[in-house]
C-alpha cells in the first residue's frame, strides 16, 4: 500500500468512527445528511505566540466555512493575547492557567458549538482544503451507515 493510499485508508476509517460515535451520542442530525454543513471547530492550543497567527490565519483561509476559530491560551507568558486582538471577532480567545494540552483541547470543547471538532495545535497549519475533505468523508461515510 502506498503512503496515499494509506493515508485515504485511514481517513476512512477514521470518518466511520466519528460518524458512528457522532450517531451513537445523538449528535448527527437529519440536515447533516442533506448536506446542510455543520459549524466546525477549530482550535489552536497550547498557545506559541510566535506560530499561532499563522494557524489561525491558515483556519479563516479554509475553504470549507462556516468554522468557529477557538483558541485556548494555556497560561503562556508571551504576547499571545496580543497577537489574538488582531483577529477581532473571527477568534474566541480564552485565556486560562496551565494544565497541559489535554485541559487546553477539553476547555476548547466545552466552549465550541458545532457538532464536529477539529484540532490545531499552534505551531502547525492546515492546507486550504483540508476541513472540506474532512467533513466531506464525515458526511459520505456517515450517510453509508
Do not use: C
Not at 448527527?28 to 455543520?38: A, C, D, E, F, G
Not at 489552536?44 to 477557538?70: K, N
Not at 458549538?113 to 497549519?125: K, M, Q, T, Y
Amino acid at each position: 500500500m502506498t503512503d496515499d493510499e494509506w493515508q485515504a485508508h485511514t481517513t476512512r476509517e477514521a470518518a466511520k468512527a466519528i460518524g458512528r460515535w457522532l450517531e451513537g451520542r445523538g449528535r448527527l442530525h437529519q440536515p447533516i445528511r442533506s448536506l446542510t454543513m455543520p459549524e466546525l471547530e477549530a482550535m489552536a492550543s497550547t498557545a506559541i505566540a510566535r506560530f499561532v497567527a499563522d494557524a489561525v490565519e491558515s483556519v479563516l483561509a479554509q475553504s470549507y466555512q462556516p468554522v468557529e476559530v477557538i483558541v485556548v491560551d494555556d497560561g503562556s507568558t508571551d504576547d499571545t493575547a496580543e497577537r489574538m486582538a488582531r483577529f477581532g471577532g473571527r477568534v474566541h480567545y480564552q485565556r486560562q492557567a496551565n494544565g497541559g494540552p489535554h485541559r487546553a483541547r477539553n476547555a476548547g470543547i466545552r466552549l465550541a458549538h458545532g457538532e464536529l471538532v477539529a484540532f490545531l495545535d499552534a505551531d502547525d497549519w492546515w492546507l486550504p482544503h483540508k476541513l472540506e475533505g474532512q467533513v466531506h468523508s464525515v458526511l459520505a461515510t456517515t450517510a453509508a451507515l
